[in-house]
């Protein structure tokens, strides 16, 4: 919003300011990334409550994605008790893959090239959706390259 960039992708939140143009690109529930091994990979989808009994991997308190699932789960009474925070999201997926517990992401960000042994299952009750979008200044024409990239950002997250 200071003119330091054209635009950026990412998760924004659209906080009624006539400054900001967010454009969604696409979105993705929140989901339970689980080591395949017969448990739960071929569920179409889980509870919340299912997973209580497991051990649990989150991002840490204060990070948007530990925020929107804090506040999704306290307006259903419900109450995220992880067995292990992390900061980043690849640490969580090491620590599944290794078998340390199940890792609660958005199914996007799970690289099934670099994870092959892991899947995503969504979950619900509640079902908590994160979104990636582009952000650019509402009074703000985007250059020619600029346009040309969000066009390709939004064709490859369409196609995801």
């Known amino acids: 919003m200071a003119?330091?960039?054209e635009f950026g992708i990412g998760s924004f939140e659209d906080d009624?300011?006539?400054e900001a143009r967010i454009e969604t690109l696409m979105e993705?529930?929140?989901s339970a990334i689980v080591i395949k091994n017969g448990r739960f990979e071929k569920r179409r989808r889980l509870t919340w409550d299912e997973l209580t009994a497991?051990?649990?991997i989150a991002m840490r308190r204060g990070t948007r994605i530990r925020t929107q699932i804090d506040e999704a789960l306290a307006q259903t009474g419900q109450?995220?008790?992880p067995t292990l925070e992390v900061s980043l999201i690849t640490t969580a997926l090491a620590l599944t893959?290794?078998?340390?517990?199940?890792?609660i992401l958005p199914a996007h960000m799970l690289p099934k090239a670099q994870f092959p042994t892991l899947a995503a299952v969504p979950l619900s009750q509640p079902t908590v959706k994160r979104h990636v979008?582009?952000?650019?200044?509402?009074?703000?024409?985007l250059s020619?390259?600029?346009e040309q990239f969000a066009e390709i950002a939004r064709r490859a997250w369409s196609a995801k």
């Open 54 to 56: 497991s051990e649990l």
């Open 133 to 141: 979008s582009l952000l650019s200044r509402a009074d703000f024409t």
């Open 28 to 30: 993705s529930p929140l």
């Open 3 to 5: 003119g330091h960039a």
């Open 79 to 81: 109450e995220l008790k």
């Open 16 to 18: 009624g300011t006539s």
């Open 144 to 146: 020619p390259a600029a």
């Open 97 to 103: 893959a290794e078998g340390a517990g199940i890792s």
